[in-house]
């Protein structure tokens, strides 16, 4: 049979003590936040904040895309459908208009939010009221403009093929300027869409063509390698995806290292509302050893990040 040992409690008079002197610390009176008077600008505010990891991922991704910005590099925002439906198309839009976000790339879903923001004005149905009765994602209008969409997609990609055709027809789309993907083609931004068969409620009606769409979000994926082939002094703003853009992410980047491009000093970050294990991985530690991570509100934080990289690119 083992022998239990017996312990003594432990002699403290001969611990080592040192000064609070010759100890490291994390936080300084430098550091603290200075409150902002009530008439400050924003540029005031920013500068009235704590010094501490957010605060400075924040700053170093808001300086990241202003100077690829100014080196002519891409920065790319990959949003999931949720940062359509917090209204936030107009900011990232604003952002290709500065010229400071140069390709946009969505899934499915972000896809049928900003679409139908453009034809409708409204968007982003509740399933609870809809799903038992079988018409959850049975609207047709939104099914016919996609799935035409992916057939023209066939030979410009499915990104292209929705900005297109809400930018030819005014008619149709009387809010064509609250698109993301209608400002990408307006502007001549790369957009894609990459496509998960079966995740969309437009794959559900009849006239869905899965040739048509798996072409159409192929010749995307293709498209978003040749960006990422391009991203050496780039950044990558992965906002609201969880699974599909991360993944999509991962073999772009791989597509374009085994092509030969030298992506070391790519900037990621990742906003999210919950830090995920995929975007974790994918985006931020396994491609870059400069990933970012900023947890929030997408609709608190993509406008603050906005404002502070136009601070930096005005700021010379």
Known sequence: MRRRK?????????????????????VRLEDLAVPAAPE?????????????????????????MAQAAKKDAPVVIAFGGH???????????????????????????????????????????????????GLFGMVEETAGYLNDA????????????????????PNDFPHADKSVLAAASRLDCTATVHVALGADTVHMHPEADGAAIGEAALLDFRKLCAVVA?????????????????????????????????????????????QHYRPRENVLARPTQRGLALTGHHELLLPLLRHLVLLEMASE
């Open 230 to 274: 391009d991203m050496a002094d780039g950044v990558w703003l992965n906002v609201g995806s969880a699974v599909i853009l991360p993944e999509v992410f991962m073999k772009a980047y791989t597509v374009a290292a085994n092509l030969g491009a030298k992506l070391d000093r790519m900037v990621t970050a990742n906003l999210d509302q919950i």
């Open 150 to 169: 992916a057939r023209l997609g066939r030979h410009r990609g499915m990104g292209q093929a929705i900005g297109d055709l809400i930018n030819e027809d």
């Open 83 to 133: 940062v359509v439906k917090c209204g936030l198309g107009p900011v990232i839009t604003d952002l290709m208009e500065r010229g400071i976000v140069t390709a946009v790339a969505t899934h499915g879903a972000g896809a049928i939010h900003d679409l139908e923001l453009a034809f409708h004005g409204e968007t982003s149905e509740d399933p609870a009221l809809s799903m038992r009765d």
């Open 6 to 26: 017996t312990y003594q409690p432990v002699d403290l008079s001969a611990l080592r003590l040192i000064s609070i002197g010759e100890r490291r610390h994390k």
């Open 40 to 64: 400050a600008g924003l540029a005031e505010f920013f500068e009235s904040l704590p010094s501490t990891p957010v605060t400075s991922a924040l700053r170093e991704l808001a300086l990241a």
